[in-house]
């Protein structure tokens, strides 16, 4: 009489081993199943379902087998399941129970090393707690997707995606809108449990400082929105329904909490946001104020920053890194994967010499659309940037030849800065805000203001779009020759109308054969305000006492 364990014994699939690699795999295919082994050791492969002489099949076709692989290198229980799709598999025995999960699709690692390593992090898993890593995951996308997880996963796909990775200021904005959250105790709520009285409460109540809250809330909105795609995609591959389908914050769009653009537009020019410095009115005084001022409290590096940032019309975080071109090779040899040589080709720099092809220029690698951006250097700026060289090469005498700062057009003042470059002009400008009377002056009205001296002189717009970088995706960044000059004669022109405005910088700068503007009296600084806080020990040692 049959029992029941010769029965299990029938329905049991024969096992097959095998030393797997990647040739071995993909040869595998349900078109064929393995029935045994040859004299040699190799696995045998027969038609499945098997057929007799006439074509017909003699029993039902496999819908899966297993191949265990058979290597030192893999952990005890490894192998591959074909199926639909080859997926590598581990199956272990704990507590008296059976559990495979799936370790990964074939496609999904380009060795089967890689496959095997994780294999073995999962058999450690199941001794440990006893239970299908694989589920448990499972279990905690569904009932534990919190805020924070959103944020964190969000994060690493903009640091580490191919098409236009996020820069380092773009994550810090993100670490900024986290630490909000997270004052609020919200990064460890589940997504599922936020209520839309809730969110909208929270927004209206955090709305004094607009622009910053909304941020903060159309961050949260991104991150949960790129999260639930990217579900989609492993509830698919994991055969099963996604854990997180529904995003809470949306109900601020559909509430149209966010303000439109028109509106956007309106409170910047009612709250003074944006002041590019008139052409006709505040852009001499700032000029003449900057001129003086480089003159005192070793303010040289500061106000070459701010004026070339003018003449140029580009982002603080675009020429701040910028080096000397004559100290990079114009291209490098790099093996596979390692770290690139700074090259001509991949880093921010400016080059003074006559370049056969581009002139004088600088060259801005990786802005902030993700494209290179090279303009031509009008010759006062080319006469500035000489002079940079000058107080670099002193600059460089007294630090050494081998100090990191020593390749920046813009030294950082502090020999123990972490870039070596400067960064910041805010502070400067305040102080020359301050000597010019203005109510309001930041750094990209700096930017801006170069927009106005290209409005005012009727520049073509797609000179515009290409000073400043604002040129479609598919718009080449190389020029033919009669283009480039084309750029270089605007540039030239936007100049001139820049610095004429203040005389004694253009007479300053201009080449010898040009005839000197009538110039006013240089601008006086007023005195530096006496720094705040305890004197140092030297000027302490130097105060005399007074006589009884």
Known sequence: MATKQDDK???RKPAFKADLDIKIIKGLSLAKAPTGYSPDGKLVFKPNPPLDKDGKPLEPALSSYIIWDSNQAAPPGFGIRIASKKTYIIRRKVLGRSIMPTVG???????????????AVLALKMVETGKNPNAEARKVAASEFTLGMAFERYREHLKMRTQKPAKPETLKVIDR????????????????????????????????LTTANEQRFRWAIAAINWNIDREKFDAHAANRQPSLDFNPFEILV?????????????????????????????????????WSKKNTNDNETGIHFAILMLLWGCRKSEHAQ????????????DKPGQVPTPTRRNTSHVWLDADPQYGPYVF???????????MPIGRMAVELLKRRQVSAAEEAVRRGFGAKSRQFVFPAKNKTSKTGHYTDVKDLLDRIRDEVGLIKLNRHDLRRSFGAVMT????????????????????TATYTKAEWELLRTWMERIEQSILSTAPNVFNSLKPVDWPPLAAPDPHVCMPPKPRPGRPSKGAAAKIVPTPA
């Open 254 to 290: 559909h509430d149209k909490k966010f303000r439109d653009q028109t509106q956007l537009d309106k409170e910047r020019e009612e709250k003074s946001k944006r002041n590019p410095l008139g052409p006709t009115t505040t852009l001499g005084p700032f000029l003449e104020a900057c």
């Open 177 to 208: 809108v986290v630490r909000k959250f997270e004052s609020w105790k919200w990064l460890e709520s589940k997504i599922k449990d936020f209520e839309s009285v809730e969110i909208v409460k929270k927004f209206d109540a955090n709305n004094e």
């Open 364 to 374: 801005f690698h990786n802005t902030k659309n993700g494209r290179n951006h090279r």
């Open 105 to 119: 699709n074939f496609s999904d690692f380009a060795t089967i090393d890689e496959a095997r390593r994780r294999a």
């Open 456 to 475: 005012s002189l009727d520049v073509p717009e797609a000179i515009k779009r290409s000073f400043f970088n604002h040129t479609a995706p598919n718009v």
């Open 9 to 11: 014994s029938k329905e």
């Open 322 to 333: 910028c080096v000397w071109g004559e100290l990079l090779p114009e291209s490098a040899n």
